[in-house]
């Protein structure tokens, strides 16, 4: 999923970079008042998790592999404004690895953090109304808005693709072959951030922004601990 | 901070290495999703070369490392106390924005 430089032309990325910096600055004010003391720690944790996981490829079908995406696992995690940071940072160590481009780095945000996040996030929060106020109700509604996620980041591809592609191609077949492979995928990613998420329910369920709602009292803490 | 969350980060970081060092090496090596995309709509020769290609940690291979599996779990775990330290640090920032005087001054008196 991390594009390198050259499949998407320049005043595209540019253009990405650009929506990649303004969701991260609304991000950043967003987070700095929703995110909880208890929870900033927490949101290192995350991003160095998510880093770990991503290198774990996992077969998906002949000769392709994929692997962990992890921003609606962040996002229920520390909440979405603060997942949306948490990709970011990922994204920026792994370009160091030489693992996504450099002029590609707005779009990566774009995609895997802002579109995979938020999106991801908004499908968690309509999920859960579905399902039961348990912990099952928020470890199933993690799946299933994971799995989304990276669908609606490989659809993300496709739509910049579409504007600024450096090869010709028919869109409706690269669309279908980046939906198809994707939601593969996104059946690891559910099965992943189901399994994560139901760890830290089950070890510390008032660590888990997704299911605050499910704690017994109702979360008020000024910052008292520092 | 409080201690019991201390031992859940301490914890979970240390998952998250021992991942990156005894796991990742034994990822599977295929292309991902883009990649044999990329490959079978035939525009994977689009691709530049990365600029950052020839450093000290592209690829996840670490220079001077020679086995392959040891070059890529010493690589994920230079990335994950990377970026542990980068996010840690992107939050400890984000909170002295909180922390405006502008924004709460009680809370700011009360945590004083």
Not at chain 2, 16 to 45: R, T, W
Request: glycine content about 12%; overall charge negative.
């Amino acid at each position: 999923m991390h594009i390198p430089d050259g499949f998407i032309d320049g005043p595209t990325s540019l253009g990405a970079a650009g929506m990649a910096a303004a969701g991260l600055g609304v991000s950043v004010r967003r987070a700095a008042d929703a995110l909880d003391d208890r929870r900033a720690p927490l949101a290192g944790l995350v991003a160095a998790f998510v880093f770990a996981v991503q290198m774990l490829n996992f077969p998906v079908a002949s000769g392709t592999s994929g692997h962990l995406l992890g921003a609606v696992l962040a996002a229920v995690l520390v909440g979405p404004w603060a997942a949306v940071i948490c990709i970011a940072v990922v994204l920026l160590v792994q370009a160091l690895f030489a693992d996504g481009g450099l002029t590609a780095l707005g779009l990566n945000v774009l995609n895997m953090g802002l579109v995979a996040g938020l999106g991801g996030y908004v499908v968690f929060l309509v999920a859960r109304r579905l399902r039961p106020r348990t912990k099952a109700g928020v470890v199933a509604a993690s799946a299933v808005a994971a799995g989304l996620s990276v669908v609606l980041a490989a659809v993300a591809f496709v739509v910049e693709y579409a504007i600024g592609g450096t090869v010709d191609l028919s869109l409706g077949a690269v669309l279908g072959a980046m939906v198809g492979v994707h939601v593969l995928i996104g059946i690891g990613e559910a099965v992943i951030t189901a399994m994560t998420v139901s760890a830290v329910l089950a070890v510390r369920p008032d660590l888990v922004h997704g299911a605050a709602d499910l704690l017994p009292v109702p979360e008020v803490r000024p910052a008292l601990a520092r | 901070m409080k201690a019991n969350t201390k031992l859940f980060v301490v914890a979970g970081l240390l998952l998250a290495l021992a991942l990156a060092l005894f796991v990742s090496p034994f990822a599977d090596s295929d292309p991902d999703g883009l990649g044999k995309v990329a490959e079978e709509q035939g525009f994977s020769g689009a691709e530049q070369e990365h600029d950052l290609g020839d450093g000290p940690v592209a690829d996840y291979e670490v220079d001077g490392v020679d086995d392959d599996r040891m070059s890529t779990g010493v690589a994920g775990v230079i990335g994950v106390l990377v970026t542990f330290g980068l996010g840690m640090g992107a939050f400890a920032l984000l909170r002295t924005l909180r922390r405006a005087p502008e924004d709460e001054p009680t809370a700011d008196a009360r945590a004083g």
